[in-house]
């Protein structure tokens, strides 16, 4: 007799099920996965999820604005392929992330960063066709700032694309990572958690979470050393990506409930317990958030809530930082 061959259930195929013509298609839908021991370890009362953006082709939340704000400006008119030059000061993963889509698009990139940049980022910038330019340590992002206007001054077919203040950052976290949170938890998102560096995350998200789910709870977290958001005053700190010492344009203070501050220590560790524990490799404002994340779901009021953490990027990018310094062994 002859067997009806079965079906496969959906969740055995492996791949993500399209063909994409560039590498930009795949930039987006990134999973959602429970946090198990730590939320245990925490007592968390809450469902813990992490959304995985380090998933993202060149591995950072970052790709998503990248292409955002390159098309936006396509759009407007402001840019053209081959022919405009596209400059930013940026010493993190929007400069990678603005170089892939460059060189897809084939836009020349400038990137300026401070001279302690990591040597990873650098290299992975050259590698993708970028050219740095360095300023001084001594002065910060300022210095990367006013370098960046100096030098689009000279070059008239040069753009400024400046995530801390396009629109197209938090636009698309609306259009993309709040529809994606909404739609793979059916709903039930009770508090979002998300780092500030720009604050487009954030904003994005909540702008469209909050109209759609009454009582929904918007964290930011921020750097203990740098807690502008509380209050406090800006400060130098470890937790690259976000605590930019400033309140960034782009940010929409309205939409935030609550701000927890999170120490370079508390995120290292956490971010190593999370690689340990629940195979997670997160950078070190992913640890900063996480915590959050773990603090609120502790809370009694949450129980049988659902929270949603932003995890911006992979701790591979930040190889050459104190987060491999420890060898310590979890549950030794
Ligand atoms: N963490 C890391 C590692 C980042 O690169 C960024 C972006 N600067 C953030 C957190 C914060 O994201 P946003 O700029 O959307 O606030």
Known sequence: MQRRAR?????????RGHIYKDITGAIGNTPLVQINAMAEAANAHATLLAKLE???PLASVKDRIALAMIEAAEAEGRIVPGE????????????????FVAAVKRYRLIVVAPESMSVERRKMLSHLGAEIQLTPAALGMTGALSQADALAARLPEAVILQQFSNPANPTIHAMTTAEEIWADTDGAVDVVVAGVGTGGTLTGCARVLRPRKQGLQVIAVEPEASSVLSG??????????IGPGFIPAVLDQSLIDEVLTISNETAYETARQAAKLEGLPIGISSGAALAAGLKIAARPRLRGKTVVVIIPSSAERELSTPLFESTSRIND
Request: aromatic share 6%; glycine share 18%.
């Open 232 to 241: 406090g005053s800006s400060g130098s700190h470890g937790l690259q990506g």
């Open 84 to 99: 405009s030059v596209l400059i930013e000061p940026t010493s993190g993963n929007t400069g990678i992330a603005l170089a």
């Open 54 to 56: 380090f998933m993202n």
């Open 7 to 15: 079906k496969r259930p959906a969740q055995t195929r492996w791949g």
